[in-house]
Antibody, heavy 117, light 109 residues
Framework: QVQLQESGPGLVKPSQTLSLTCTVS??????????WSWIRQPAGKGLEWIGR???????SYNPSLKSRVTISIDTSKNQFSLKLTSVTAADTAVYYC?????????WGQGALVTVSS | EIVLTQSPATLSLSPGERATLSCRAS??????LAWYQQKPGQAPRLLFY???NRATGIPARFSGSGSGTDFTLTISSLEPEDFAVYYC???????????FGPGTKVDIK
């Protein structure tokens, strides 16, 4: 069974860059037809899709975040990563990584990132 | 952008009762809809994909239906572990975009 685990700083200063990594275990990130996505959820609110990457490196982003987001993949480490630039308090959320074969079937446990000085 | 609307926002029911949750899309999405269950402190769990296909391990008391713009998630008889927030989610292939509904909270009456 595929497992995903987010890692990265839990506190980021305003205007800086949020960086998270998702490590995939139990399967190769290069196998199959999976997309690898990032989704976030502010406390007490709903889910927002940030973007995704395919094993080829092809990416798609939510238009509302596109100008600030970069998702990359490192197949040698079985990891994919998220960078979100120029963060503000509005970017404070639990960030999930998830695998998508059509829909999100496997999720990480989530990583809380707080934007604060 | 396709907008998903869920109703009601909150559903207060007792164990054993039937729950009916609605998800409406702002334009037709065929059957490209999923339902997720989220409990406090946990990641969402996939319940249904392509509107009516039950995901692995999901009990038969859950059912999903609909196509086009109107979708329904039904829980035939609520168990204590079913009290949670439920989200619908749609996907479009081009341009690639994924959106979630705002969620329906099913709480204990």
């Amino acid at each position: 069974q595929v497992q995903l685990q987010e890692s990265g700083p839990g506190l980021v200063k305003p205007s800086q860059t949020l960086s998270l990594t998702c490590t995939v275990s139990g399967g190769s990130i290069s196998s199959g037809s999976y997309y690898w996505s990032w989704i976030r959820q502010p406390a007490g609110k709903g889910l927002e899709w940030i973007g995704r990457i395919y094993t080829s490196g092809s990416t798609s982003y939510n238009p509302s975040l596109k100008s600030r987001v970069t998702i990359s993949i490192d197949t040698s480490k079985n990891q994919f990563s998220l960078k979100l630039t120029s963060v503000t308090a509005a970017d404070t959320a639990v960030y999930y990584c998830a695998s998508q074969l059509g829909y999100f079937d496997y999720w990480g446990q989530g990583a809380l990132v707080t934007v604060s000085s | 952008e396709i907008v998903l609307t869920q109703s009601p926002a909150t559903l207060s029911l007792s164990p054993g009762e039937r729950a009916t949750l609605s998800c409406r899309a702002s334009q037709s999405i065929s059957n490209y809809l999923a339902w997720y269950q989220q409990k406090p402190g946990q990641a969402p769990r996939l319940l249904f994909y392509d509107a009516s296909n039950r995901a692995t391990g999901i009990p038969a008391r859950f059912s999903g239906s609909g196509s086009g713009t109107d979708f329904t998630l039904t829980i035939s008889s609520l168990e204590p572990e079913d009290f949670a927030v439920y989200y619908c989610q749609q996907r479009t292939n081009w341009p690639p975009m994924i959106t979630f509904g705002p969620g329906t909270k099913v709480d204990i009456k």
